[in-house]
């Protein structure tokens, strides 16, 4: 294995973990919506989780990106704009809930929505950059 297919490995896993902390994101608020102080809670927590995985799909897809000596392809075009969506809508998301849960309501609907837009592009990426 050289060292271009173990990092190619590497920032695979990482987004299928991506992947995974966006599901988590969307389940567990909804799991515990009956207490507002919780789903807060858990939410924050969650922000915290989507900056952890989405540093480390970046940083490894950086990796790949120096290995390769920089070839701008359109996937890693289409990578680099991804990222920069996701984290535009992630610190939307932090900053609506935190107008919403300051009047003392849930914002489930518009976490669960951007969550699932979140989770689209992971996937719309991963699939475009896998045919290419």
Not at 28 to 41: A, C, D, G, V
Not at 90 to 100: E, G, H, T, Y
Not at 121 to 131: D, E, P, Q
């Amino acid at each position: 294995m050289t060292i271009l297919e173990f990092f190619l490995l590497t920032h695979l896993y990482t987004v299928k973990f991506f992947l995974f902390v966006l599901v988590v994101i969307g389940v567990l608020p909804n799991l515990i919506k009956s207490n507002l102080e919780r789903q807060i809670l858990w939410s924050r927590v969650g922000f915290y989780l989507f900056w952890a995985a989405w540093t480390m799909v970046v940083f490894s897809g950086l990796l790949i990106f120096a290995i390769e000596r920089g070839q701008m392809k359109a996937a890693v075009l289409m990578m680099i704009a991804a990222s920069a969506l996701l984290a535009f809508l992630d610190i939307f998301r932090a900053r609506k809930l935190k107008k919403i849960w300051l009047e003392k309501e849930s914002g489930l609907r518009l976490s669960n929505g951007i969550v699932f837009v979140e989770i689209l592009v992971v996937i719309t990426v991963t699939l475009f950059a896998l045919k290419v």
